[in-house]
Structure formats: C-alpha cells, structure tokens
C-alpha cells in the first residue's frame, strides 16, 4: 500500500521554527517528485514548494522563499520541509504529495491536481 505520512507539526510563536517530514512507505521516492502543500480554513490549498525526483529543482511559493527548505533523503525515503521565521499566515494544514518523475527527472510542479499520492496532513499553527 502506497501510504505518505507527514509528522513535525505544531504549535509555534512567531518568528519560530518547525521541521515537516514526509516519509513514504510501500514505495520509494527516488523516481518520484514531490511537493508540500498547505490549506488554511476557508481557503484553496496552495503550493509551498517541490522538489524534483532528482533533487535537482526546487521550487518556492513568493511569500515563504527565504524561510523555507525542502530536502529529500531518498535513502531514508523522506522529504523534509524546514521552516524558519514562522508568521501567524503560515498557519494551515500542510501535506505532502508525490507523482512519478522518473523520465523528467527535473520536474517540479505547484499544481495540487498533478499529483497522485498524498498524506494525510500535519497541523501548523503560528500564534503568540
């Protein structure tokens, strides 16, 4: 069974710091892309950023570029988001999810209707 788990989130105060993972089990990641998403209430859910399956490209939403990283570790089969200088608008659910890559091994997308597996979320909350 194809299954994505994202685990990290949490409360933080602004200006902190969370560490996202996503780890894959029943497939590896290796020929996959991946990318994290998040949704807030009474909002679409939107691209955060995305990684080729060869790690290679990286792609960032505008307002997060600068304080947040993805990474991936095939070996462990896991994608990482850090997150740094966290603001009360980061505040969502956050997802990960993959769709194979493995012929454009440099193929990264922002659009959540690209992607064929997905976890189940992970709650991020920024608030004094």
């Known amino acids: 069974q194809l299954q994505l788990v994202e685990s990290g989130g949490g409360l933080v105060q602004p200006g902190g710091s969370l560490r996202l993972s996503c780890v894959a089990s029943?497939?590896?990641?290796?020929?996959?892309?991946i990318g994290w998403f998040r949704q807030a209430p009474g909002k679409e859910r939107e691209g955060v950023s995305c990684?080729?399956?060869?790690?290679?490209?990286?792609n960032y939403l505008d307002s997060v570029k600068g304080r947040i990283t993805i990474s991936r570790d095939n070996a462990k089969n896991t994608v990482t988001l850090q997150m740094n200088s966290l603001k009360p608008e980061d505040t969502a659910v956050y997802y990960c999810?993959?769709?194979?890559?493995?012929?454009?091994?440099?193929?990264?997308?922002?659009?959540?209707?690209?992607?064929?597996?997905w976890g189940q979320g992970t709650q991020v909350t920024v608030s004094s």
């Open positions: 990684i080729s399956s060869s790690g290679g490209v990286e």
């Open positions: 999810a993959a769709f194979m890559a493995a012929v454009n091994r440099y193929l990264c997308d922002a659009r959540p209707e690209e992607y064929d597996y």
């Open positions: 029943g497939f590896t990641l290796d020929y996959y892309a």
